[in-house]
Structure formats: structure tokens, C-alpha cells
């Protein structure tokens, strides 16, 4: 069965510092893996994902992510951390072997950034 | 993108009671919707997954008999919570997907708080 695994319950940076939160999976057939942003009673936005070809992935509010197949990663970066930024993450993996192609969520991380 | 809208955002209850939630997609027909169910501070937990006409389809674990969902139409799921109880309390979110292919995106409603005293 498919999974998803965020190792860090919170992350701390200060602002204008990069940030990283990771994540890792497991599936048995092709990932398709997606990073969405939950903030405070509010459902969940979308971020970016990836599907194929480039590892390094672009999406809002300048994040980023870097697939890595050997290591089975997707963790999420961005150059210079906004105190807006500050929020709850999930990572997410669609398995392409599974019937309704279903979205597993990982644990979630929050993201603090301090001024 | 494309918005998916719930109703209502909030509801409080009485236990016992029958609340329904409603999910529209609201610039797309979706073919398949999803229901999540996230506790405080915990991640998202698929309750079951519906495509437009058909039965719904439940996670382990979860009683569809309590947790009725209605794909009537292509821009409208709902999900009624049979007398509920306290321990139904929870944020439950639904997600709307265009199509069945594994490429199509899966779009998120802002998400109803229930409280059932």
C-alpha cells in the first residue's frame, strides 16, 4: 500500500532563511506526488506537483521541490522563508497501480517562521 | 483553478441528531469526489470515495451506515452524519476530481467544522 512519511512534526527557520521540510514515500507503482498548504481552519491549497520529467519542480508562492527516485523523495524548499508562510504542509503520493488512483496524506508539518 | 465550495462551513449539534454536509464543485464537473475526515492536528483520513451515480466506496473502518454520501449529480456530493455523537466531532474536508484519469487534480473545499455536543 502506498505511504507517505514527514519525518518533523514542526520546522523552525527564521525569516529570510531557506526552509526544507521533508518528506518521503512509498509506492509500488510510479509516484505522483503533490505538496499542498493548510492554514488555520481553512481546507487545503495546492502547491505544485510532480508527475514526470524534470526532478526540480516550481510552484506558488516560490516553493519548490526536488524529486528524488532513489531515495524516494520529495521534500519541499524555498530559498528565503516569509513569516506568511508560517503554516501546516502535507505531502501527498497518488499510486498509478491503485483503482481510484487515491491521495494518501503524510502526518503534516508546521512550519513556523519567526520575524 | 478550479473551486470546490462546502456547506456549512460550521454547524454545532445536538447528539443525536442528522447533520448534512454539502460538497459543489463550482466551475467543473466532478466525476469523482472524496471525503476527508482530520482530527486536530492530524493529517487527513480518507473516508470514502464516490463517483457520480454510483455507490460510494468506504475505508476501512468507517460505517457507511453513519457516514451517508450522495453523488446525485456531477457538481454536488453531500455527506449526512446519522446520529451523531461527540466523538463525531471533527474537521471534515471534501475534494473534487475532474475525470478519472491519474493525471487530473484533485481539488480541496475550505472544509466544515462539526461539533456535536
Known amino acids: 500500500a502506498q505511504s507517505v512519511a514527514q519525518p518533523e512534526d514542526q520546522v523552525n527557520v527564521a525569516e529570510g532563511n531557506p526552509l526544507t521540510v521533508k518528506c518521503t514515500y512509498s509506492v509500488s507503482g510510479n509516484p505522483y506526488l503533490f505538496w499542498y498548504v493548510q492554514y488555520p481552519n481553512r481546507g487545503l491549497q495546492f502547491l505544485l506537483k510532480?508527475?514526470?520529467?524534470?526532478?526540480l519542480v516550481k510552484g506558488s508562492y516560490g516553493f519548490e521541490a526536488e524529486f528524488n527516485k532513489s531515495q524516494t523523495s520529495f521534500h519541499l524548499k524555498k530559498p528565503s522563508a516569509l513569516v506568511s508562510d508560517s503554516a501546516l504542509y502535507f505531502c501527498a503520493v497518488r499510486d498509478t497501480n491503485t483503482g481510484f488512483q487515491k491521495l494518501v496524506f503524510g502526518t503534516g508539518t508546521r512550519l513556523l517562521v519567526s520575524p | 483553478g478550479a473551486v470546490v465550495s462546502q456547506h456549512p462551513s460550521r454547524v454545532i449539534c445536538k447528539s443525536g441528531t442528522s447533520v448534512k454536509i454539502e460538497c459543489r464543485s463550482l466551475d467543473f464537473q466532478a466525476t469523482t469526489m472524496f471525503w476527508y475526515r482530520q482530527f486536530p492536528k492530524q493529517s487527513l483520513m480518507l473516508m470514502a470515495t464516490s463517483n457520480e451515480g454510483s455507490k460510494a466506496t468506504y475505508e476501512q473502518g468507517v460505517e457507511k451506515d453513519k457516514f451517508l454520501i450522495n453523488h446525485a449529480s456531477l457538481t454536488l456530493s453531500t455527506l449526512t452524519v446519522t446520529s451523531a455523537h461527540p466523538e463525531d466531532s471533527s474537521f471534515y474536508i471534501c475534494?473534487?476530481?475532474?475525470?478519472?484519469?491519474?493525471?487530473?487534480?484533485?481539488?480541496f473545499g475550505p472544509g466544515t467544522r462539526l461539533t456535536v455536543l
Open positions: 510532480y508527475i514526470t520529467g524534470d526532478n
Open positions: 475534494s473534487a476530481r475532474e475525470g478519472g484519469g491519474v493525471y487530473n487534480e484533485q481539488f
